[in-house]
């Protein structure tokens, strides 16, 4: 997911309407096949192309994981033409993959019925990027910079502005692209974009400062699963079979990172190698620290969740009324997993 961004408003109408014609959904990607007779076929549509975000499991579906747990599953990749909820509502796909919990909490404000079951990065990789002459570290640092901000990112200012209690009209935010130009020919003092994109990112330099939206106080959760309350409910263990084998990805990933990258290379050879064996320690601090050292890779704290939900409720996010935490999120299937998650912290 390595172009994509935040893009929290999503309108109801649109979705039901993509649902409806993605009624004949054809499954995208099949990196592997099951048994024919024992396997349950299970399609997963992702929010962004394939990339460093997937990586586990692209390994649990390389070294038969899903296979052993009785799974054909198939990824079917997003972009910036896709729908990610339209296949899943429609059942054409049984489970999807937002790249930031702030979609998720969108499409619920909007009446469509999905949850979150488990979240896979421990922090949203969006961040700004500045220089070192001009850094921006801290939220005292924003004031009188010029902001780079994608406009569906635009949001993510604002929240940041509310939740310091900063005036938002201290910086100055412009509309930019995926492109880190503006920043290198100094049209903006810093730039938005996820740090995983760590080839883009070169343009800056080695020397480059990043600082996390969430170090700006703006928490938020990456690489979300989320499915219908219908089969959360009819078939919670389908779920269940699929976060176990993904977790046995995202744990021989966490041991064997460059082997990690080898697979995924093999499965989608349009990346680039070299520039992933430099990202995937970072891919791996991303998706483990204490608190998936003690609850298990893909946990999540629901009142962190109920902290964003408030947030961007303050900012103005939700018009028609903020969803519940309820009806945003449920433990149930990190419940039934627990004792097959694996219990790392950040690889040192």
């Not at 619920?108 to 019925?113: C, D, E, M, N, T």
């Not at 509309?175 to 920043?183: A, C, I, M, S």
């Given at each position: 997911m390595s172009g994509n961004i935040f893009r929290p408003n999503i309108s109801r109408r649109s979705l039901l309407r993509a649902g409806a014609a993605l009624a004949a959904f054809g499954p995208g990607m099949q990196l592997f096949s099951g048994s024919a007779h024992a396997a349950d076929k299970v399609v997963i549509q992702f929010d962004w192309l394939m990339s460093n975000g997937q990586i586990g499991d692209v390994v649990a579906l390389s070294r038969g994981y899903f296979e052993e747990a009785g799974l054909a599953v198939e990824f079917s990749p997003g972009g910036p033409n896709s729908a990610t909820?339209?296949?899943?509502?429609?059942?054409?796909?049984?489970?999807?993959?937002?790249?930031?919990?702030?979609?998720?909490?969108?499409?619920?404000?909007?009446?469509?019925?999905?949850k979150i079951f488990a979240c896979g990065f421990r922090t949203g990789p969006y961040a700004l990027t500045s220089k070192p002459g001009n850094p921006i570290r801290t939220v005292a640092d924003l004031k009188g910079k010029k902001i780079g901000i994608q406009p569906t990112a635009r949001f993510a200012m604002?929240?940041?502005?509310?939740?310091?209690?900063?005036?938002i009209n201290d910086m100055t935010i412009i509309?930019?692209?995926?492109?880190?130009?503006?920043?290198v020919r100094g049209e903006v003092d810093a730039i938005g974009g996820w740090i995983t994109n760590t080839q883009a990112l070169s343009v800056v330099g080695d020397d480059r400062v990043d600082v996390l939206l969430s170090d700006l106080g703006l928490k938020s959760y990456a690489n979300v699963y989320f499915a219908t309350d219908t089969v959360l409910e009819e078939n919670p263990e389908l779920l269940a079979k699929y976060l176990r084998a993904a977790a046995k990805g995202w744990e021989w990933t966490h041991a064997n990172p460059e082997a990690a990258v080898e697979t995924l290379v093999a499965a989608q050879p349009e990346i680039d190698k070299d520039w992933e064996l430099k990202t995937v320690d970072l891919i791996n601090r991303l998706s483990f620290d204490a608190d998936t050292a003690r609850d298990g890779w893909a946990t999540f704290d629901p009142a962190s969740i109920e902290e964003q939900i408030a947030l961007f409720d303050e900012i103005g996010q939700y018009p028609n009324g903020r969803p519940s935490l309820a009806e945003v999120q449920t433990t149930a299937i990190l419940e039934m997993t627990a004792a097959e998650r694996p219990k790392l912290d950040r690889p040192a």
């Open positions: 909820v339209p296949p899943v509502i429609s059942g054409s796909a049984q489970l999807g993959q937002f790249s930031e919990t702030p979609q998720l909490y969108a499409a619920r404000a909007s009446g469509v019925p999905v604002d929240a940041v502005a509310a939740k310091n209690g900063i005036d509309n930019v692209g995926f492109d880190k130009g503006p920043l």
